[in-house]
C-alpha cells in the first residue's frame, strides 16, 4: 500500500477546545510524514514534519509523533483558536528518490468563538 | 524570500480556448510539482519534474493537458482545449531535495464557461 487516511470533516469545536485530527499511512520502511495546512484562498503551507520514528513535529501550539506501531501521525493542539480554521492534510514521502508527496484527503477545521 | 510565483491569479475562458499556466519555483529548488484542487477530487498531482525533466506524468487527466519546464525557473501547464470540468484551482509547488518539504504557490483559480 500507498496511501494516507486522514479523518472525515468537517471538524467543528469552540474557541479553546482541544483538537485531535486522526493519520494513519501505509508504506514500507518509514517515510517522512507531513502536516500541511491550507487557508481559504491560499496554496498549502508546511505545518510541521517528522523524519524518524518517534520523532515529534511542532509549529504554531500543533504537535504530531511520529508512531510506526501504529503507522500514525495524528495532529493535536491543546487549544484552538477561530483563526486555526483551514483545512488540515497528513502526507507522507512517497517511495523512491524522489521527493513525490502522497496526500490525504484534507479535514475541514471549523472553530467557532 | 520571493516564494513560488503563479499567474495568473484567475483565469475566465470560453471552452475550447487555450489556457496557459504559468510557475516560477523557488530559486535551487530541484523538484517542481502541478497539482489540481476540486471540491469533487481533492488535491491531485498532475506532473512532476526533477532537474527540469518530467519525472511522472499519470496524473495528468489527458492529451488536452500538458506541461513543460524549458529551464530551471519556469513551468507551464497547458490545457487545450479547455472544457468546462477542467475548472479548478491549479498550484504549482516546488521543494529541494531529500527531505525538504514542497512550497505552494497560491494557485491558479481557472474557470471554463
Known amino acids: 500500500g500507498n496511501s494516507v487516511t486522514q479523518m472525515e470533516g468537517p471538524v467543528t469545536l469552540s474557541e479553546e477546545a482541544f483538537l485531535t485530527i486522526n493519520c494513519t499511512y501505509t508504506a514500507t520502511g518509514y517515510p517522512s510524514l507531513f502536516w500541511y495546512v491550507q487557508y481559504p484562498g491560499e496554496g498549502l503551507q508546511l505545518l510541521l514534519k517528522?523524519?524518524?520514528?518517534?520523532d515529534k513535529g511542532s509549529n504554531k501550539g500543533f504537535e504530531a509523533t511520529y508512531r510506526k506501531e501504529t503507522t500514525s501521525f495524528h495532529l493535536e493542539k491543546g487549544s484552538v483558536q477561530v483563526s486555526d480554521s483551514a483545512v488540515y492534510f497528513c502526507a507522507r514521502k512517497g517511495l523512491g528518490g524522489y521527493n513525490k508527496l502522497i496526500f490525504g484527503a484534507g479535514t475541514r477545521l471549523a472553530v467557532h468563538p | 524570500d520571493a516564494g513560488v510565483i503563479q499567474s495568473p491569479r484567475h483565469e475566465v475562458t470560453e471552452m475550447g480556448q487555450e489556457v496557459t499556466l504559468r510557475c516560477k519555483p523557488i530559486s535551487g529548488h530541484d523538484y517542481l510539482f502541478w497539482y489540481r484542487q476540486t471540491m469533487m477530487r481533492g488535491l491531485e498531482l498532475l506532473i512532476y519534474?526533477?532537474?527540469?525533466?518530467?519525472?511522472?506524468d499519470s496524473g495528468m487527466p489527458e492529451d488536452r493537458f500538458s506541461a513543460k519546464m524549458p529551464n530551471a525557473s519556469f513551468s507551464t501547464l497547458k490545457i487545450q482545449p479547455s472544457e468546462p470540468r477542467d475548472s479548478a484551482v491549479y498550484f504549482c509547488?516546488?521543494?529541494?531535495?531529500?527531505?525538504?518539504?514542497?512550497?505552494f504557490g497560491d494557485g491558479t483559480r481557472l474557470s471554463i464557461l
Open positions: 509547488a516546488s521543494s529541494g531535495r531529500g527531505n525538504q518539504p514542497q512550497h
Open positions: 519534474f526533477n532537474n527540469n525533466v518530467p519525472i511522472d
Open positions: 517528522a523524519t524518524k520514528a518517534d
